[in-house]
Nanobody, 115 residues
Framework: QVRLVESGGGLVQAGGSLRLSCAAS????????MGWYRQAPGKQREMVAN???????NVADSVKGRFTISRDNAKNTVYLQMNSLKPDDTAVYYC?????????WGQGTQVFVSS
């Protein structure tokens, strides 16, 4: 069974940085897309960034220039480096992976940015 383990969330002051990690385990191979989404209280879940196996990225305009997504294919791990954090970045962050016809989500990690 595929399992996604997220880490790196927490409390940070505005202007600070955090790095999220999401590792996939369970004998999975051939992961295609990997990405990060977030959901703030009272809002819909939105895409933050995603990355292909070859390293092509797509980043939401709201975080462009501040957040960087990367992946380690050998470790089945995706990262999200978040710099210059703003209170509006406060949300639960979820990783998402796709392989074959399947999609799996992480359990979410809370990021809270204080002003």
């Amino acid at each position: 069974q595929v399992r996604l383990v997220e880490s790196g969330g927490g409390l940070v002051q505005a202007g600070g940085s955090l790095r999220l990690s999401c590792a996939a385990s369970g004998g999975i191979s051939g992961i295609n897309g990997m990405g990060w989404y977030r959901q703030a209280p009272g809002k819909q879940r939105e895409m933050v960034a995603n990355i292909t196996p070859g390293g092509s990225t797509n980043v939401a305009d709201s975080v462009k220039g501040r957040f960087t997504i990367s992946r380690d294919n050998a470790k089945n791990t995706v990262y999200l480096q978040m710099n210059s954090l703003k209170p509006d970045d406060t949300a639960v962050y979820y990783c998402r992976i796709s392989w074959s016809v399947f999609v799996s989500w992480g359990q979410g990690t809370q990021v809270f940015v204080s002003s």
